[in-house]
């Protein structure tokens, strides 16, 4: 079975907030983790990774924590906008490579209130 | 920066007959690519690694007769649904990587089967 997986089917946040969403994998090898953002109809994006020897690495407006211990990540968006309203995927890279294969969580859907 | 094209974006046709999907790295070389299959409201899975100039991986229950891939150059790699069934039906992403950079991701093809 998926070895990445996430708490929570969908968010919704007030524009403006913060937004978190959460992500458990089950592998404690695993070394590599991507998130994805993926708007309607279209494939997904790439928004920010991070490798086990991190547990914290800064986007613009994104900020993803590694908590090894419990096997757990999170995204965190600021300062919320409509244009942010899509699904999040958190994937775990299986293999060192960026070539390697991804195997993606169930996704969050993130809505915005206005 | 790196762009992953996919050709249909969709596509609709009788049940029966072979549809071929086409995905090209535009300003890349790419030895690998990766398809996957998407159901509504469902997370990304992955169908098959597609190798340059060798046989394409498939993943666990994945018909390997039923799903051809090819991947004839470095920048190009099908798939050809075969005598397609309304089953089929679905939302088919592929993937590929620049060099030490996270996979990129096609905008996808629609595949309606009547």
Avoid at chain 2, 21 to 46: H, V
Avoid at chain 2, 79 to 95: Q, R
Wanted: charged residues 15%; proline residues 4%; hydrophobic residues 35%.
């Amino acid at each position: 079975g998926e070895s990445v997986g996430l708490h929570l089917p969908t968010l919704s946040v007030q524009e403006g907030d913060n937004s978190i969403i959460n992500c458990a994998y089950s592998n404690s090898a695993s070394d590599y983790f991507i998130w994805y953002k993926q708007e309607s109809g279209k494939g997904p994006q790439f928004i920010i990774d991070i490798r086990s020897n991190m547990d914290k690495r800064q986007g613009q407006r994104v900020t993803v924590l590694l908590n090894k211990t419990v096997k757990h990540l999170s995204l965190q968006i600021a300062a919320t906008q409509p244009g942010d309203s899509a699904v999040y995927f958190c994937a775990e890279n299986q293999g060192y490579s960026s070539a390697s294969k991804i195997i993606f969580g169930s996704g969050t859907r993130l809505s915005i209130r206005p | 920066g790196a762009v992953v094209s996919q050709h249909p974006s969709w596509v609709i046709c009788k049940s029966g007959t072979s549809v071929k999907i086409e995905c090209r790295s535009l300003d890349f070389q790419a030895t690998t690519m990766f398809w996957y299959r998407q159901f509504p409201k469902q997370s990304l899975m992955l169908m098959a690694t597609s190798n340059e100039g060798s046989k394409a991986t498939y993943e666990q229950g994945v018909e390997k007769d039923k799903f051809l891939i090819n991947h004839a150059s470095l920048t190009l790699s099908t798939l050809t649904v075969t005598s397609a069934h309304p089953e089929d039906s679905s939302f088919y992403i592929c993937s590929a990587s620049p060099l030490n950079q996270p996979q990129h991701f096609g905008d996808g093809t629609r595949l309606s089967i009547l």
